[in-house]
């Protein structure tokens, strides 16, 4: 029994555009459709989640998912939106990155039941690879005007007079290569309709045309919207780059704070998009966050249920712990459990000072850890002076001026904590 695709992704504010009778025909019995992915670096970051979300829902919903690592398109780029060619790649990375990608993608897909509508993976690339020249032309080429081509926004923007820098004969020809895709998933996989973001719309539109003018067949198109942030910033970015979905690229302390630190308005547009959770269970959430805002409920639940879902329920509350090293109550204990990527990520842009391991040999007294080896503290006096009123922690532990710091106090055997009041933080590293 298949369920109604398109109103669910409808109520989730998933639905930009969809060819006309899609959601009928979805409704007819159990349908293919898949959604192109670029294979450019080895993990997916969470710009491509829409699309990853979409293919889930499809497969929740009765259908039958591919997920198309565009193998062949990620050797020439994609004009989309883009305003330079990207990177060109050859073979065995792409093919190391099809098999990163995969990993990932099994969180979100079932591709290993024997079930009717499990997931499959595709590449373009295996299809592409013996196609001549020539044979292209003829066979594909031949069917799709010039006119036709020139029409797409997408050729249009890297057209106008702004865009100085034109557009490769390479890039023009992305939407046949594209259009192929689709063509061919339809021969090979019954494969009646391609996925996308809004701004894909004109070269799934040029495949469901090679569909009707070679094959004579129908092909349907389905859009999602380009998600925004509310203040106008982009969407799964920060200052050190995009959000991954590899622990190795982005931790998963980072990874939770990214959507903890969600605005109310993002949070309850994320919410429906980013997660599993029913419309009643949505609707009765953002009710509560809006009765106290001041506790992010709604931001708090968004960042535990996406975060166990991309890593794991351990990954998330190590996530927890980390976060409330920070901003609330924690030990000594708290911060020896954390693994040595999680600490740098939470004292990221603390100051650091370096001290030789042999400063902890005969242990390093307070006043040389707070100003004369470390700089943290402008002087001695100073030094003296914060610890006889009771401000100074190491390890997040309270300690007077007799206090010693040795060996035992190192964290993952390289680090020391100091603190001044409760948001003072000092970073010491130990070599040697």
């Known amino acids: 029994m298949t369920s109604n695709f398109v109103k669910e992704l409808e109520w989730r504010g998933m639905l930009h555009d969809a060819m006309p009778g899609t959601e009928e025909y979805l409704m007819e019995g159990m349908q293919s459709a898949y959604v192109g992915i670029d294979p450019t670096a080895d993990s997916l970051h969470i710009g491509h989640l829409v699309g990853v979300m979409m293919l889930r829902h499809f497969q929740l919903a009765g259908h039958k998912p591919f997920a198309l690592v ?28 099809q098999e990163a990608l995969k990993e990932q993608l099994s969180r979100f897909l079932d591709f290993e039941s024997d079930a009717e509508n499990a997931a499959v993976l595709v590449n373009n690339y295996d299809w592409m690879k013996d196609f001549s020249f020539l044979d292209f032309i003829r066979d594909v080429g031949k069917h799709i005007t010039v ?34 895709d689709f063509l061919h998933l339809y021969r090979t996989h019954n494969c009646t309709l391609q996925m996308g973001g809004s701004d894909q719309w004109g070269n799934i539109t040029t495949g469901t045309e090679l569909i009707r003018r070679i094959d004579g067949g129908k092909g349907y198109a389905l859009t999602c919207p380009l998600i925004t942030k509310a203040d106008g910033t982009k969407f799964g970015k920060t200052e050190s780059g995009n959000v991954w979905l590899d ?8 990874f939770y704070q990214y959507w903890l630190n969600t605005s109310d308005a993002d949070a309850e547009k994320y919410i429906k998009i980013f997660t599993f959770l029913s419309k009643v ?20 639940k968004l ?15 190590n996530a927890v712990k980390a976060s409330g090293i ?13 693994n040595e990527k999680t600490f740098l990520d939470i004292f990221e842009g603390v100051p650091q000072a370096e001290v030789p391991m042999t400063s902890l040999d005969n242990g390093l007294d307070m006043i040389a850890a707070l100003s004369a080896q470390t700089g943290f503290l402008g002087s001695n006096g100073e030094a003296r002076r914060e610890l006889k009123q009771n401000s100074i922690s190491v390890n997040k532990e309270k300690v007077k001026e007799d206090y010693v710091i040795g060996k035992e106090d190192l964290i993952n055997g390289k680090f020391i904590l100091l603190q001044r009041g409760k948001k003072n933080y000092f970073v010491l590293t130990v070599k040697g």
């Open 70 to 97: 565009g193998g062949a398109t990620g050797m020439i780029g994609d004009p989309s939106g883009k305003s330079a060619e990207r990177n060109l790649l050859d073979e065995k990375t792409l093919r190391h990155n």
């Open 147 to 180: 006119n036709y081509m020139m029409a797409k926004d997408s050729v249009k923007k890297r057209l106008s007079a702004e865009a100085k820098e034109g557009m490769s004969f390479t890039e023009f020809t992305y939407q046949l290569v594209q259009g192929y």
């Open 247 to 254: 622990s190795e690229r982005t931790s998963p302390y980072k």
């Open 281 to 300: 269970d949505i609707d009765s959430l953002t009710v509560e966050h809006k009765e106290a805002p001041h506790l992010r409920l709604l931001q708090k």
């Open 303 to 317: 960042a535990e249920e996406i975060t166990v879902m991309v890593h794991s329920q351990e990954d998330l509350d």
């Open 326 to 338: 920070l901003f609330g109550k924690s030990t000594s204990q708290d911060l020896k459990g954390l």
